[in-house]
């Protein structure tokens, strides 16, 4: 039973380079999460889908940050042009809505921007 | 300003003593509440949850006590087992009738079980 998968696994880049995330959700989960942890700011929300639509993205941190989810298995993460601030491991989780709500988490992205 | 609080960054216990991680929410419109667990390299997974309706949720060796008029949530795990070392993160949601399902999360604490 695969989990929410995401890739790449690391990512290293020189600033100002594009980075594109990837996430697969859970088969059947209909909401999806990107979140962001940084050592200062703990696990932060970036932006969340509800049947591939974009609900709530006021936790993008700027116009460099978009997101997409062109389909129900798939998700994308951008950051346009990347800057060193932008390190840190970014996860993606999906889930169904139901009463437990629980979210699934993939194994995330550790994002390095030199 | 931090809507889920977790003031203790870490925590070493004995094996096979209780461990008791502590947990602090600001908005009275949260009526959910989670635990997730997470190991180094890997993503959170979830461990318990508890419906504002509720004061105690229990699941094997964790239980959850909640506790609104101080708007404080508790997770107990005993026996304490050095698989438990971990990071673990408290996380609240507004669910109602929207049922969005977001959730924010607590700053985590460190719990090292020591053989």
């Known amino acids: 039973d695969a989990g929410v998968i995401q890739s790449p696994r690391h990512e290293v880049t020189e600033m100002g380079q594009e980075v594109t995330l990837r996430c697969k959700p859970i088969?059947?989960?209909?909401?999806l999460f990107w979140y962001r942890q940084t050592m200062m700011r703990g696990l932060e929300l970036l932006i969340y889908?509800?049947?591939?639509?974009?609900?709530?993205d006021s936790g993008m941190p700027e116009d460099r940050f978009s997101a997409k989810m062109p389909n129900a298995s798939f998700s994308t993460l951008k950051i346009q042009p990347s800057e060193p601030r932008d390190s840190a491991v970014y996860f993606c989780?999906?889930?169904?809505?139901?009463?437990?709500?629980?979210?699934?988490f993939g194994d995330g992205t550790r994002l390095s921007i030199l | 300003d931090q809507q889920v609080k977790q003031n203790s960054p870490s925590l070493s216990v004995q094996e096979g003593r209780i461990s008791i991680l502590n947990c602090d929410y600001t908005n009275s419109m949260f009526d959910y509440f989670l635990w997730y667990k997470k190991y180094p390299a890997e993503g959170p997974t979830f461990l318990i949850s508890i419906s504002s309706i509720k004061d105690k949720n229990e699941d094997g060796r964790f239980t959850v006590f909640l506790n609104k008029s101080a708007k404080h949530l508790s997770l107990h795990i005993v026996p304490s087992q050095p698989g438990d070392s971990a990071v673990y993160f408290c996380a609240a949601s507004v669910r109602g009738s929207g049922n969005t399902g977001k959730l924010i999360f607590g700053q985590g604490t460190t719990l090292q079980v020591k053989p």
């Open positions: 889908f509800n049947n591939n639509v974009p609900i709530d």
């Open positions: 989780a999906s889930s169904t809505t139901s009463s437990s709500g629980s979210q699934h």
């Open positions: 088969s059947g989960h209909n909401s």
